[in-house]
């Protein structure tokens, strides 16, 4: 992905030739930092530039090292297991959209020596952008296969809809929206199914929560479309507070129950569409290995709203690194996905 920011401001101030003197044109203003200079090898370690290892909020450390303590063996039974990569980074710009992703294994399975069981994806799908998260039942002994599954699958099934649901979103059409966006999560849902069988597996061996956004890669349209099965979080972060998309004004979850999974047990795909964003909003998808210590832990969300709820936006190491913060007793795998609402 590219940005698109030169263009259009080019455009607007091609140079002229005014009968009278006018003001210059105000600058641009980007999402993006400016680039710093290097500094030697010998001034890195106290650079500003130099991140050091991952940050903790509270009195204590976390018990657990800060990163893998050994290397994934590819002499272990599951191949497929072994060989995830322990952190995935991603991201990009589209329209006015700026995009960031991490997915990072949590503490105690880095100690166990157990794999990464949340997934993410972040691609162009027809005239839409998918961004999805997936976390795999814990319980399961193969449900990294499904978390990594669901999203292929599901990009498989909105592809042949895609048109369509852009066209629900343009419209604020949430209604055939959420009928279409179920029928492609219960598509997925039953090629995930399958794939387990062909594996000689049963169907729950796979279990997998889901969310994800559906976002116009039309610039003029505003409106994104969520679906989730599962528990997680959608926050939006606006000028430093954090509110959850997920709930009633009561503060009682509406979107889906924990119990809830894919390719089954569920009933159906919860799904809305996001109408009311603002310029500057960043709207926040995460598997519970975030958005627990985010709703417990103020000063997390106090950390995370200065760095995430300004310009500029970050950029991709520097996600990654502000994703990883830490706090005592949340050591699951977590994976988010930030978007940054542009002007």
């Not at 729950?204 to 505003?222: C, F, G, I, K, W």
């Not at 894919?262 to 964003?277: K, N």
Request: a negative charge; hydrophobic letters at 40%; charged letters at 20%.
């Amino acid at each position: 992905m590219t940005t698109e920011y030169s263009a259009p401001y080019e455009s607007v101030y091609a140079p002229s030739e005014p009968a009278v003197p006018v003001p210059p044109p105000a600058e641009p203003v980007s999402l993006f930092k400016p680039a710093r200079a290097v500094p030697s090898a010998a001034g890195w370690a106290d650079s500003e530039l130099n991140p050091g290892p991952a940050p903790h909020i509270g009195r204590k450390a976390p018990a657990y090292p800060p990163e893998p303590a050994g290397l994934p063996s590819a002499s272990a039974p599951d191949l497929y297991a072994s060989l995830l990569p322990d952190t995935v980074l991603d991201g990009g710009t589209f329209g006015r959209v700026v995009v960031r992703a991490a997915s990072v294994r949590g503490d105690s399975h880095r100690y166990a020596g157990e794999c990464r069981q949340d997934a993410l994806l972040v691609a162009e799908v027809g005239e839409l952008a998918l961004l999805l998260v997936a976390d795999g039942v814990g319980s399961q002994p193969h449900s990294q296969r499904g978390s990594n599954g669901i999203g292929r699958l599901l990009a498989k099934q909105i592809r042949n809809k895609a048109s369509a649901l852009s066209g629900y979103l343009a419209r604020g059409d949430e209604t055939n929206f959420a009928g279409l966006v179920n029928n492609a999560v219960t598509e997925a849902a039953a090629e995930l199914k399958q794939e387990a069988e062909r594996q000689g597996l049963p169907a729950e061996a796979y279990s997998t929560t889901m969310r994800a956004l559906l976002v116009p890669l039309d610039p003029d349209v505003r409106v994104r479309g969520f679906v989730s099965v599962g528990d997680g979080g959608l926050l939006r972060l606006r000028e430093g507070v954090w509110t959850p998309l997920d709930r009633t004004t009561d503060a009682q979850p509406v979107i889906d129950s924990a119990t809830d999974c894919l390719p089954g047990p569920y009933q159906h795909a919860h799904a809305r569409l996001i109408s009311d964003g603002r310029p500057a909003d960043v709207l926040v998808l995460c598997t519970d290995g975030f958005s627990l210590p985010l709703a417990g832990e103020a000063e997390m969300r106090e950390l995370l709203a200065g760095q995430w709820g300004g310009r500029p936006v970050p950029g991709l190491a520097e996600f990654l690194w502000q994703t990883q913060v830490r706090a005592r007793s949340y050591d699951d795998d977590r994976t988010v996905i930030c978007l940054w609402e542009g002007h």
